[in-house]
């Protein structure tokens, strides 16, 4: 059976991690093993600063690529102890497909230009973790996502074409019964053989896809965390660890805002009944967190999730007409178009109010759709609290001294926007 092995750009942040992912690798007794992996470190955060600026048209844009590559050619040296290695020439190569767009004027559609760009992370560091598997015996053969996770033309929220995945995956396998393979998280293609992003942070669902489409035994996601935290250890020092969740809870978890996983991961896993451990990439040893069908929630643990950096936003219509069925269709899609995912909603006879992530491109396209027809009122920088099977005087306690936007409760789970 196939094992998916997938490894955050934590796991691949510098050359001691690289080593230790070999360890995990030469250490699993399956012999058929696919490795995800995301860009490393924070080079997601400089791709993306060099999308902007070099779109902005500021002066900037090839120092931050120099820093780029010099962060890899750095990590590089230290794995491979001399430059004569085939890989410095791969990795030069592959900076080449960003020096070329660099020279062009950007295209007029920001979100194409940002996949174009920020995909080549993941080249990047899959090409440099494959030559180091091979210089340690482990025979690993690379390849590109694109040929295996087909998308549309959604920029940045790349919607996969399953059936089209589903049907190139047998060359995939045959290829594993042969040797390690290692691909790209994060990334599919086009049918034009343009790159798009799944959406930020999702390797998870890039590992879970190739996890349900080859039938693997299980997926593994590798993390800086012991396993899936009842809430954020850097927030609530009580946090404890899930031995184990159904997928149906961990997918609530997730579409709140867990950051462990990718909303998107769950389902493919649950349908094609593949079961997910979250591990401990600096104590493999350790088994995590896992998730499947077979297991039992433990209600008594509540799980808290804060979502940062939200923006609250009030919209009404500028003749005081009440937000009937009609018009709450017309701003669901509008909010739709403007590419936002909701992540909580109100609606009163007069307005409707929606939380999101704070993305200034995104809501200024949101605005300016909606500021002739609708009064809008909006606040920065709060704070969205979610807590799963929550306990009132936990939840009193947690909620002490903040100030409170908008709330939201239900049977299980209670919703709180916050100053």
């Given amino acids: 059976m196939i094992k998916v092995f997938k490894f955050g750009g934590f796991a691949v942040s510098d050359a001691e991690s690289v080593k230790n992912l070999v360890k995990i690798i030469s250490t699993t007794s399956s012999a058929q093993i696919l490795i995800i992996v995301s860009a490393m470190g924070k080079t997601t955060d400089a791709l993306e600063k060099l999308c902007k600026s070099y779109v902005e048209g500021n002066n900037d844009v090839q120092e931050i690529l120099k820093a780029i590559k010099h962060f890899h050619e750095n990590i590089m040296i230290e794995l491979f102890e001399t430059k004569v290695h085939p890989v410095f020439d791969e990795i030069a190569n592959t900076f080449v497909e960003i020096e070329w767009m660099l020279e062009d004027e950007p295209h007029p559609d920001y979100d194409f230009n940002y996949d174009q760009i920020v995909s080549i992370g993941e080249f990047l560091s899959s090409r440099i973790v494959a030559s180091y598997l091979n210089e340690n015996k482990i025979d690993t053969k690379w390849v590109d996502a694109r040929d295996f996770i087909h998308t549309d033309n959604t920029y940045r929220e790349g919607i996969i074409d399953m059936n089209k995945t589903r049907s190139s995956m047998p060359i995939l396998k045959n ?19 343009f790159s798009t992003t799944l959406g930020r942070e999702g390797s998870d669902y890039s590992a879970a896809i190739f996890a349900s489409c080859i039938n693997a035994e299980s997926l593994t ?44 991961t769950i ?19 350790e088994m995590g967190t896992r998730i499947d069908s077979t297991a039992k929630l433990n209600t008594d643990i509540s799980a808290i999730i804060v979502k940062q950096n939200q923006m609250l936003l009030s919209i009404s219509l500028k003749d005081f007409s009440f937000i009937d069925e009609h018009i709450l269709i017309y701003l669901l899609q509008i909010i739709s178009e403007a590419h936002i995912k909701l992540n909580m909603m109100q609606r009163s006879a007069l307005s409707l109010s929606v939380c999101f992530n704070q993305d200034e491109t995104k809501f200024n396209k949101l605005y300016d759709t909606l500021k002739d027809r609708f009064k809008c009122k909006y606040n920065e920088g709060l704070d969205l609290l979610t807590v799963r099977h929550f306990k ?18 239900s049977r299980n789970t209670a919703q709180i926007i916050l100053q």
């Fill in 221 to 264: 996601v590798w993390k800086d965390v012991p396993g899936i935290m009842n809430a954020d250890p850097r927030l609530f020092e009580e946090a404890k660890k899930y031995e184990e969740l159904p997928y149906s809870e961990a997918l609530e978890m997730a579409y709140y805002g867990a950051t462990v996983i990718h909303p998107k």
């Fill in 175 to 193: 290829m594993l019964e042969k040797q390690t393979v290692i691909t790209q998280g994060f990334i599919g293609g086009t049918s034009e053989n």
């Fill in 392 to 409: 009132r005087d936990k939840l009193d306690t947690i909620l002490a001294g903040r100030t409170v936007m908008m709330e939201q409760f």
């Fill in 267 to 285: 389902k493919p896993l649950q349908n094609a009944g593949v079961p997910l451990f979250v591990r401990p990439f600096l104590f493999p040893e």
